[in-house]
């Protein structure tokens, strides 16, 4: 969730986002940056730089203490065309890439350094002294749409395409092997996200009434998701552990959850059987939905249990929502994480 072109609560928060396996999330603030854990609500790491200090993104590494960042706000800490791998134990950067554009987005692996610029996508490998070893051309991105499997079995990179609606998947551990495009709406995207084994792909577009889910192997549609019949801008999707589930935050001040529908005793999926019916009734609704108080932008995650989903807003409240199989919900914890000081020793 990047704030960096306006945040209305004026909290000096630029950029929330979470970790690879969402037990973490880390804020850039104007003056620094903040890590928390998820569940229990308990802030990490806090590194107040004073001014300037403003982290426009941050991304990281699971818990390891390494953190890509970019300085941005009113004063930035770093130049905004500059990515500084920050070391966590050292407290200071140790590795820095330089660019002729502003940086719009990182993502990182065990392996690898990616890079999102306006009109193209590097990686890097994650060494001392970084090589870059693909360029990929894209569509204007910019979101700095892109996502990087974590998973070490499975190297796929997903990026905005050279087409409006287009997702491309490259498989960076074979990049001999053709990348796959996916026709995947015909607005501009507003969202893209892989599940963390890397098999499926959710997208939405500017348009914002549906969420579609893609097999990564084939690029083939295995799901319609609606969120709604108007309009809206969607911040965040995010697959549960088990990829069964996905949430969605938007600008209606809501989350929805949606089940991801097996394949029945016939072979024939839900989606199938309804194939007769005109395309608004042949999406999939969301089986839970919540209420953001206040209706501020958010990100979401399922919590680790598997039964909750996370929450987490521009105006600096968190909150903890559960759901049964029924869809009934029910608010279970609330804070503004802003307020909490409790690093660990």
């Known amino acids: 969730m990047n704030l960096v072109n306006g945040n209305p609560y004026s909290n000096g928060l630029l950029f929330v986002g979470f970790n690879q396996d969402q037990g973490c999330f880390a804020c850039g603030m104007e003056n620094g940056f903040r890590v928390f854990n998820c569940d229990p609500l308990k802030e990490k790491e806090k590194h107040d730089f004073g001014e300037p200090g403003g982290i426009a993104f941050i991304e990281m590494l699971f818990r ?13 800490k770093y130049p905004p065309n500059k990515v500084m791998i920050w070391d966590d134990l050292k407290k200071r950067p140790v590795t820095e890439l330089d660019f002729t554009t502003n940086v719009l987005g990182v993502r990182l692996r065990r392996d690898r350094i990616v890079v999102v610029l306006e009109t193209v996508v590097k990686v890097y490998t994650f060494t001392l002294h970084p090589q870059r070893l693909h360029v990929f051309d894209t569509c204007s991105n910019p979101k700095g749409l892109c996502c990087l499997c974590p998973n070490s079995s499975n190297s796929l990179l997903a990026f905005i395409g050279r087409k409006t609606g287009h997702v491309e998947i490259v498989d960076l551990g074979n990049t001999d092997k053709p990348s796959l495009d996916i026709a995947a709406h015909e607005a501009p995207l507003s969202c893209i996200t892989l599940n963390l084994q ?18 990564t192997s084939n690029g083939n549609q295995t799901h319609e998701l609606r969120r709604g019949s ?11 552990q088990l990829s069964d589930l996905i949430c969605v935050s938007s600008d209606h001040g809501t989350v929805h959850v949606f089940g991801l ?21 042949n999406s999939q609704w969301s089986f839970s939905r919540f209420q953001v108080p206040g209706g501020a932008q958010s990100v979401c995650a ?13 105006d600096g409240s968190f909150y903890k929502f559960t759901f049964n199989p029924k869809g009934e919900s029910s608010r279970e914890f609330y804070a503004n994480f802003l307020t909490f000081y409790n690093v660990d020793d």
């Open 198 to 215: 890397g098999t499926r792909l959710a997208t939405s577009s500017e348009k914002g009434t549906l969420i579609r889910v893609f097999d």
């Open 230 to 240: 108007g309009p809206a801008t969607i911040y965040c999707i995010s697959f549960n």
């Open 261 to 281: 529908e097996s394949t029945s005793a016939s072979g024939s999926t839900e989606k199938e059987s309804r194939s007769f019916l005109p395309k608004y009734f």
């Open 64 to 76: 390891c203490n390494y953190l890509a960042v970019v300085g941005g706000g009113p004063k930035p």
């Open 302 to 314: 399922f919590g680790q249990d598997g039964k909750s989903v996370l929450a987490i807003c521009a």
